[in-house]
């Protein structure tokens, strides 16, 4: 197995405590990054777009609550087991988060955003602008049960 060794950019400041897996949609946070490791430059120019993609760490879930296999979404068994690369459960074998959320503001190492679905104190290892050229091209579709699961997340 070949492993690689990252290091968070930063933290998440405020917003949510607590994983809870509805409404993120109005949940407001700061993304601090390290200042031993970046100045202002790191963020110049951010603001001129409405959304960043964070990529964060699940920190706080443990070595024994990772998944690998297929399991119900939300251990909701009207919703069929599918395996963990066909859902966004947290419990993923690398506990990589990945979330797009709304640019409030950039305030020299402090990027403001609304609806990051990561807690308190989680690691940040890399923040991406959203740019419309990267989005999906061609019709999209998923299964009932992800439009089900999505209906209050947000």
């Known amino acids: 197995m070949t492993r690689f060794t990252l290091a968070a950019i930063g933290h998440v400041d405020g917003g949510r405590t607590a994983a809870i897996d509805d409404d993120w949609g109005a949940s407001r946070a700061t993304i601090r990054l390290d200042p031993g490791r970046f100045d202002a430059e790191a963020l110049l120019g951010l603001d001129g777009f409405s959304h960043a993609e964070v990529i964060f760490l699940f920190d706080r879930v ?65 923040i991406k602008p959203v740019m419309a050229g990267f989005l999906p091209r061609g019709p999209m579709h998923e299964p009932d049960w992800a439009r089900a699961i999505m209906a209050d997340y947000w």
């Open 62 to 126: 443990g070595e024994d609550e990772i998944t690998t296999g297929a399991r119900h979404p939300r251990g909701n068994t009207d919703w069929p087991r599918v395996g963990i690369f066909a859902q966004r459960g947290r419990n993923r074998p690398n506990r990589l988060g990945v979330s797009i959320c709304r640019i409030i503001g950039v305030d020299g190492l402090a990027l403001a955003v609304e609806g990051l679905d990561a807690i308190d104190g989680t690691p940040v290892l890399d």
